[in-house]
């Protein structure tokens, strides 16, 4: 009976991705397949590892996230038992390996199916494919196709159902407690060393063989163990072939990872990671002629102890990391991923935190940049006007006013930005569920003046606070002092008092505030908000339905019962 062979691994990295593509592709020694039959395989969709792992990328590009621990792509393995095979023509071979391709296609679609190789340089012949687990809704899902194991059954019936039964294939036992081979436990299966074989000729009888009616003649038993054995011999031949040259590489391999582990035991830093070694493992080939020139994929390398240069891209760089995300052409944690495979975490661990070292250091030295303050978003003008009309109960004439004058615009992000000074600096608000208040650059005062000649400075602790208490009508000049220092605070208080104006402490109703105050020094007049803890709740009472202000005053007799009652004159 044959039955129809459906395996998947998971691969979780860039790194995994390009090792199992490069067995694939035959980019490097494959023991168990057959050169001078490597011909024979065909592709659909990508043509090498890279254009493999290129293909993985295009697709992560689509979806909105990718977790750090996610599936990236699915490897399938589909075949069949071998004495089917055996007894098809090539075009019921390729039939079959056509219908799974589509059934393949089908479940994941077209664009997600990166590859579809058939492989026949080996003992069976078989299918590898290469699929980003995107499901319906858009988003990298491993688990909506292949997690517990009433899904993978389901999906081995599915693939009997509608493939396998065609070509007299049948399913596996459903519910069968065997454990089955991953496609990794295959290869290994294959490339193990296949144990001699002798047949011992002790206690075999030997036997009649008829020549005609008359005449019977007996075999000798030695013969037979010897005919047998030749015979076992001639079948495993090819396993044992192969077996020698997987021991062969296993060796050379043994040997560099000696070299590599007596580098690393003396290699106090990762960035002693010898690019030769790295260049090595990537099969790059030094130049005989000079040991300092290597031939890559990326074309012509000098190296010179950690340096290295590119010398037909006119490129250069430092360490193994930035060397591999030349020649690979890939990013940060392919590079990292893949040095780890060859060289252990420890070393690769030391070489990132060198890197970082170096970059900290560098920036460190750089000379200070001036503050760059966030590019305006018309695009979120709408939303950022709407939050402060509507929600925070601004007026609209003062808004636009100060986004025609550009003291007020909307970011990429949809924050309500407020110029601080003579723009040295940024306040922002979040306009979104989860508030956000923040100031960037210089702590510059966020100013207003009410009237021409004022006698009075109100110091506030927000932009938003400084609109609130000019909607409410306060004559004179209002700042505001977000997220100023002590030292500031006073500077500015002093200021004023210099320019003749009476400091009024105008913060709010919360402890927060009270120590504020304290930083502008006395004497000084405090005015309080005759609603909630700030001079934009005041304002949105003062704005509020009926309704909405008998909520508010619940909220404030709440609020009077966890805090100290407070004296002074208060505004209104």
């Known amino acids: 009976m044959a039955y129809a062979i459906l395996r998947t691994a998971k691969l979780t990295s860039l790194g995994n991705v390009g090792g199992s593509a490069?067995?694939?592709?035959?980019?490097?020694?494959?023991?168990?397949?057959?050169?001078?039959?490597?011909?024979?395989?065909?592709?659909?969709?990508?043509?090498?590892?890279r254009e493999v792992i290129d293909g993985v990328n295009a697709r992560l590009a689509t979806v909105p996230?990718?977790?750090?621990?996610?599936?990236?792509?699915?490897?399938?393995?589909?075949?069949?038992?071998?004495?089917?095979?055996?007894?098809?023509?090539?075009?019921?071979?390729?039939?079959?390996?056509?219908?799974?391709?589509?059934?393949?296609?089908?479940?994941?679609?077209?664009?997600?199916?990166?590859?579809?190789?058939?492989?026949?340089?080996?003992?069976?012949?078989?299918?590898?494919?290469?699929?980003?687990?995107?499901?319906?809704?858009?988003?990298?899902?491993?688990s909506y196709f292949l997690d517990g194991r009433e899904k993978l059954s389901l999906m081995q019936t599915e693939f009997a159902e509608k493939i396998g039964q065609r070509f007299s294939l049948e399913r596996g036992i459903e519910g069968s407690k065997a454990k089955h081979q991953t496609i990794k436990q295959y290869?290994?299966?294959?490339?193990?060393?296949?144990?001699?074989?002798?047949?011992?000729?002790?206690?075999?009888?030997?036997?009649?063989?008829?020549?005609?009616?008359?005449?019977?003649?007996?075999?000798d038993p030695e013969m037979v163990a010897q005919r047998l054995t030749k015979a076992v011999q001639a079948a495993y031949a090819p396993a044992l072939e192969a077996a020698k040259q997987h021991h062969a590489e296993k060796g050379a391999k043994a040997a560099r990872e000696a070299r590599l582990a007596e580098?690393?035991?003396?290699?106090?830093?990762?960035?002693?990671?010898?690019?030769?070694?790295?260049?090595?493992?990537?099969?790059?080939?030094?130049?005989?002629?000079?040991?300092?020139?290597?031939?890559?994929?990326?074309?012509?390398?000098?190296?010179?102890?950690?340096?290295?240069?590119?010398?037909?891209?006119?490129?250069?760089?430092?360490?193994?990391?930035?060397?591999?995300?030349?020649?690979?052409?890939?990013d940060f944690k392919g590079a990292v991923n893949l040095l780890a495979s060859e060289f252990g975490t420890g070393p690769v661990l030391s070489q990132v935190v060198a890197d970082m070292r170096g970059r900290v250091e560098a920036a460190a030295?750089?000379?200070?940049?001036?503050?760059?303050?966030?590019?305006?978003?018309?695009?979120?003008?709408?939303?950022?006007r709407h939050y402060l009309t509507e929600i925070r109960s601004l007026g609209a004439q003062i808004v636009d006013r100060l986004y025609e004058l550009g003291k007020l615009y909307a970011d990429?992000?949809?924050?309500?930005?407020?110029?601080?000074?003579?723009?040295?600096?940024?306040e922002l608000r979040g306009t979104g569920e989860t508030p956000f208040h923040g100031v960037r650059g210089a702590r510059k005062p966020?100013?207003?003046?009410?009237?021409?000649?004022?006698?009075?400075?109100?110091?506030?602790?927000?932009?938003?606070?400084?609109?609130?208490?000019?909607?409410?009508?306060?004559?004179?000049?209002?700042?505001?002092?977000?997220?100023?220092?002590?030292t500031v605070a006073r500077e500015q208080a002093e200021k004023a008092r210099q320019e003749g104006l009476t400091v009024l402490v105008a913060f709010g109703n919360d402890r927060a505030s009270e120590q504020l105050a304290a930083h502008l020094g006395y004497p000084r007049e405090p005015i309080y908000p005759k609603h909630g803890k700030d001079w934009n709740d005041a304002l949105r009472y003062e704005r509020a339905?009926?309704?909405?202000?008998l909520v508010m005053e619940q909220q404030k007799l709440i609020q009077q019962q966890h805090t100290r009652s407070r004296g002074g004159p208060r505004l209104g």
């Open 22 to 49: 490069r067995h694939t592709f035959r980019e490097r020694q494959t023991p168990n397949a057959d050169p001078e039959r490597t011909g024979l395989n065909r592709t659909t969709g990508a043509q090498s590892a």
């Open 65 to 142: 996230t990718v977790r750090k621990n996610a599936v990236l792509a699915v490897e399938y393995f589909i075949g069949a038992s071998p004495e089917w095979f055996k007894e098809k023509s090539a075009q019921e071979r390729e039939a079959y390996f056509d219908a799974a391709e589509k059934w393949l296609r089908l479940r994941h679609g077209d664009e997600n199916v990166i590859a579809f190789n058939r492989q026949y340089d080996e003992t069976s012949p078989h299918c590898t494919a290469y699929v980003v687990p995107i499901d319906p809704r858009g988003r990298l899902n491993c």
């Open 187 to 219: 290869y290994a299966k294959i490339q193990e060393p296949v144990q001699h074989v002798q047949i011992k000729p002790e206690g075999l009888q030997p036997r009649v063989l008829k020549k005609g009616l008359l005449t019977s003649v007996y075999e």
């Open 263 to 330: 580098l690393r035991a003396t290699a106090t830093l990762a960035r002693d990671l010898p690019l030769e070694s790295v260049l090595e493992r990537l099969g790059c080939e030094r130049d005989p002629k000079d040991r300092a020139t290597w031939y890559t994929p990326a074309g012509r390398l000098t190296v010179s102890s950690s340096q290295f240069t590119a010398r037909d891209l006119g490129k250069s760089g430092n360490g193994a990391i930035e060397l591999v995300r030349l020649i690979e052409q890939t």
């Open 365 to 384: 030295r750089a000379p200070k940049r001036a503050y760059e303050p966030p590019e305006p978003s018309q695009e979120h003008w709408p939303r950022v």
């Open 412 to 426: 990429r992000f949809a924050n309500a930005v407020f110029v601080l000074g003579n723009g040295e600096g940024v």
């Open 446 to 486: 966020f100013s207003l003046v009410t009237v021409k000649d004022p006698q009075k400075v109100a110091f506030v602790k927000s932009a938003i606070d400084a609109l609130s208490l000019y909607e409410l009508g306060f004559k004179g000049r209002i700042v505001s002092l977000a997220r100023s220092s002590a």
């Open 545 to 549: 339905t009926p309704g909405q202000r």
